[in-house]
């Protein structure tokens, strides 16, 4: 089992940055590929970013892509997403999510992943 701990949301006006961390705990998640979802009030969870489990390879909604990235750092068992000219679209509960372990391709669905953490909440003001 692995424990995630999303932290780095807040309230910030249109236009700011924010970086989101992930600290899994309980297994490390270095053979496990990793994303990034969201959802807003009243709407269903949509796929944000994700990383393949060697870090090479990354994915983005079309709504992120030039402005958020997804990095990792396998050592500190953390994953990251730098969010830059943000959004009042973007105003959500973020989840971070992993993938079974044993290198499993990367995916954007999110029922591809079996571990989540609780989210952590971006609201952008106008």
């Known amino acids: 089992q692995v424990q995630l701990v999303e932290s780095g949301g807040g309230l910030v006006q249109a236009g700011a940055s924010l970086r989101l961390s992930c600290v899994a705990s309980?297994?490390?998640?270095?053979?496990?590929?990793m994303g990034w979802f969201r959802q807003a009030t009243g709407k269903e969870r949509e796929f944000v970013a994700a990383?393949?489990?060697?870090?090479?390879?990354?994915y983005y909604a079309d709504s992120v892509k030039g402005r958020f990235t997804i990095s990792r750092d396998n050592a500190k068992n953390t994953v990251y997403l730098q969010m830059n000219s943000l959004k009042p679209g973007d105003t959500a509960l973020y989840y971070c999510?992993?993938?079974?372990?044993?290198?499993?391709?990367?995916?954007?669905?999110?029922?591809?992943?079996?571990?989540w953490g609780q989210g952590t909440q971006v609201t952008v003001s106008s």
């Open positions: 999510a992993a993938r079974s372990f044993g290198r499993v391709a990367v995916s954007t669905i999110s029922d591809d992943y079996n571990y």
């Open positions: 990383i393949s489990w060697s870090g090479g390879s990354t």
């Open positions: 309980g297994r490390t998640i270095r053979n496990s590929a």
